[in-house]
């Protein structure tokens, strides 16, 4: 069992950045590999971003290549998203995701999630 706690959200101009944080609760959080989902307004929810539990492989969707990099800090218990050069279609919920046996991508979820944090980029 791992709880999960997303923060970082906010409302930012496009060409912008932010960092979002999961924090989780739980020993063995260094065990989780962790993903980053979003859900548009009136949308599906979407993969965005994984990482592997030791951090040696990473996995984007094609929208975020190249602006998006996920980390992961397991002494702090933490996977970080950095988004930067924003765009308006980025605006969504963003939620993180934990999974012990796979790798998360599209159509592939992990069973523990947070509550999501909001993403608002103005253009």
């Known amino acids: 069992q791992v709880n999960l706690v997303e923060s970082g959200g906010g409302l930012v101009q496009a060409g912008g950045s932010l960092r979002l944080s999961c924090v989780a609760s739980g020993r063995t959080f260094s065990s989780y590999n962790v993903g980053w989902f979003r859900q548009p307004p009136g949308k599906e929810r979407e993969f965005v971003a994984a990482?592997?539990?030791?951090?040696?492989?990473?996995r984007y969707v094609d929208s975020v290549k190249g602006r998006f990099t996920i980390s992961r800090d397991n002494a702090k218990n933490t996977v970080y998203l950095q988004m930067n050069s924003l765009k308006p279609e980025d605006t969504a919920v963003y939620y993180c995701?934990?999974?012990?046996?796979?790798?998360?991508?599209?159509?592939?979820?992990?069973?523990?999630w947070g509550q999501g944090t909001q993403v608002t980029v103005s253009s």
């Open positions: 990482i592997s539990w030791r951090g040696t492989t990473t």
């Open positions: 995701n934990a999974d012990q046996d796979f790798l998360q991508r599209k159509d592939r979820e992990g069973p523990y």
